[in-house]
């Protein structure tokens, strides 16, 4: 008994050293973070809220340091890329789930009909607040109003009202550049709130008083657009012109915290109207759905944590250094444990456009609306774009929407 204790500690000892070393690889700086594109060039565009900002603080931030590595943050190294419109600005405002959405739906209209378009993002982002109000007043102010949301709010939204293309609606007045929704939002959440105070729940009112609001800072929507001639509403536009069905598309999820192969409600507070309808499975499962989906020619608007210590902001790649976890160790229960203790958040939402295959994993081309991804040179090609580690993805990327012919024998099961 105590010999074969004494073997065993005796091995444990012994294996310690090849753990640490295995574990000792990435190395990690602090760096201070000077004024990037949303400094200088969101603010600039907006003199009001250039004059309400505090002056930027240097930042320190506490990353690995991926100077010495061979990484594939080459626009032209993805050659396995579909077709996507150029990234553009979500500005000052947190409306990612949209601009992803809409990204990833123009890129599946080209992948279905050949047909290229932009379309409106503040159009969708205007409905979406009309309906947010609409569920806080049906339940007496016991519902989120805020500017975050999730993928399928898009294609919730379209069903309801449509769509236009972007000359039609930008959303954008006074010769502005970039959208600045901040005090639009605070003028709604406080009149919401007078209204919850005062027990106000006229509901007309309450969204006749938001959509002024609305109007007043990115214009009023249009009831009815001209296309090739042709006046039409923009669900006829959807329906005829686009023929997109909003319900193709579907809604991968991967927790343990709720039973696989069910559909579930996704619980994170954008998700404000609690949608069910989350297929939950398997992170392996998870995974190879998702590559299967990008070679097989589709993308993906995709959702996670973009706040991490691998997210360099110098190469714009993200990645799982080992002094966070091993990339063996990678499973259900290390993403669930972080998405358990809040280090992993739903903070971002991108459009999946392209892979590369490097050292037998995936790299995936990201493109993004926020300001992150802006920091770099403004003509270099990589402008707009990120790169992420399949680790990354496996660990740190919570869902998926994507066409449901992509994953049609995954669908099977549920």
Same mark, same amino acid.
């Given at each position: 008994?105590?010999?074969?204790?004494?073997?065993?500690?005796?091995?444990?000892?012994?294996?310690?050293?090849?753990?640490?070393?295995?574990?000792?690889?990435?190395?990690? $700086?602090?760096?201070?973070?000077?004024?990037?594109? #949303?400094?200088?060039?969101?603010?600039?565009?907006? *003199?009001?809220? @250039? +004059? !309400?900002?505090?002056?930027?603080?240097?930042?320190?931030?506490?990353?690995?340091?991926?100077?010495?590595?061979?990484?594939?943050?080459?626009?032209?190294?993805?050659?396995?890329?579909?077709?996507?419109?150029?990234?553009?600005?979500?500005?000052?405002?947190?409306?990612?789930?949209?601009?992803?959405?809409?990204?990833?739906?123009?890129?599946?209209?080209?992948?279905?009909?050949?047909?290229? $378009?932009?379309?409106?993002?503040?159009?969708?982002? #205007?409905?979406?607040?009309?309906?947010?109000?609409? *569920?806080?007043? @049906? +339940? !007496?102010?016991?519902?989120?109003?805020?500017?975050?949301?999730?993928?399928?709010?898009?294609?919730?939204?379209?069903?309801?009202?449509?769509?236009?293309?972007?000359?039609?609606?930008?959303?954008?007045?006074?010769?502005?550049?970039?959208?600045?929704?901040?005090?639009?939002?605070?003028?709604?959440?406080?009149?919401?709130?007078?209204?919850?105070?005062?027990?106000?729940?006229?509901?007309?009112?309450?969204?006749?008083?938001?959509?002024?609001?609305?109007?007043?800072?990115?214009?009023?929507?249009?009831?009815?657009?001209?296309?090739?001639?042709?006046?039409?509403?923009?669900?006829?536009?959807?329906?005829?012109?686009?023929?997109?069905?909003?319900?193709?598309?579907?809604?991968?999820?991967?927790?343990?915290?709720?039973?696989?192969?069910?559909?579930?409600?996704?619980?994170?507070?954008?998700?404000?109207?609690?949608?069910?309808?989350?297929?939950?499975?398997?992170?392996?499962?998870?995974?190879?759905?998702?590559?299967?989906?990008?070679?097989?020619?589709?993308?993906?608007?995709?959702?996670?944590?973009?706040?991490?210590?691998?997210?360099?902001?110098?190469?714009?790649?993200?990645?799982?250094?080992?002094?966070?976890?091993?990339?063996?160790?990678?499973?259900?229960?290390?993403?669930?444990?972080?998405?358990?203790?809040?280090?992993?958040?739903?903070?971002?939402?991108?459009?999946?456009?392209?892979?590369?295959?490097?050292?037998?994993?995936?790299?995936?081309?990201?493109?993004?609306?926020?300001?992150?991804?802006?920091?770099?040179?403004?003509?270099?090609?990589?402008?707009?774009?990120?790169?992420?580690?399949?680790?990354?993805?496996?660990?740190?990327?919570?869902?998926?929407?994507?066409?449901?012919?992509?994953?049609?024998?995954?669908?099977?099961?549920?």
């Amino acid at each position: 008994m105590k010999r074969k204790l004494f073997c065993a500690i005796a091995s444990i000892m012994f294996a310690i050293p090849i753990v640490i070393n295995a574990q000792n690889k990435d190395k990690a $700086v602090f760096r201070t973070l000077p004024p990037g594109f #949303y400094q200088n060039s969101i603010l600039r565009d907006d *003199r009001e809220a @250039r +004059e !309400r900002a505090e002056p930027a603080r240097p930042m320190k931030m506490f990353a690995v340091d991926l100077s010495s590595s061979s990484l594939p943050n080459k626009f032209s190294m993805y050659r396995n890329q579909q077709w996507h419109n150029p990234p553009v600005s979500q500005g000052s405002t947190s409306t990612c789930w949209c601009f992803c959405t809409t990204s990833f739906l123009e890129s599946e209209i080209y992948r279905i009909h050949k047909m290229k $378009v932009k379309l409106s993002e503040m159009y969708t982002v #205007y409905w979406e607040y009309v309906e947010k109000a609409r *569920r806080f007043i @049906r +339940e !007496r102010g016991n519902s989120l109003f805020d500017e975050g949301s999730e993928a399928n709010a898009v294609t919730r939204m379209w069903s309801k009202y449509g769509i236009v293309p972007y000359e039609d609606y930008t959303g954008l007045l006074n010769g502005r550049k970039f959208h600045n929704t901040d005090r639009m939002r605070e003028e709604m959440q406080s009149y919401l709130q007078s209204v919850k105070e005062s027990s106000s729940w006229d509901e007309d009112a309450a969204l006749a008083t938001i959509k002024s609001i609305m109007n007043h800072y990115m214009g009023e929507p249009p009831a009815e657009i001209t296309v090739n001639g042709e006046k039409m509403t923009p669900v006829q536009y959807l329906r005829d012109i686009l023929k997109i069905n909003p319900g193709d598309y579907v809604d991968i999820l991967s927790y343990t915290q709720e039973p696989f192969y069910k559909k579930v409600e996704y619980q994170v507070p954008d998700n404000w109207w609690h949608n069910s309808d989350y297929h939950n499975v398997p992170l392996d499962v998870f995974m190879t759905a998702l590559k299967n989906a990008v070679r097989k020619g589709y993308t993906v608007s995709i959702g996670g944590d973009v706040s991490e210590p691998g997210f360099d902001r110098v190469t714009q790649c993200a990645v799982i250094p080992d002094f966070d976890i091993p990339s063996a160790y990678i499973n259900d229960d290390a993403r669930q444990f972080r998405f358990s203790n809040r280090t992993t958040t739903d903070d971002h939402g991108m459009h999946l456009v392209g892979y590369l295959e490097k050292d037998g994993k995936d790299w995936y081309l990201v493109k993004d609306s926020g300001s992150g991804s802006r920091n770099n040179d403004p003509d270099a090609a990589e402008f707009g774009y990120y790169f992420f580690s399949e680790d990354y993805v496996k660990l740190k990327m919570m869902d998926f929407m994507v066409h449901k012919d992509a994953v049609k024998e995954l669908l099977q099961k549920f």
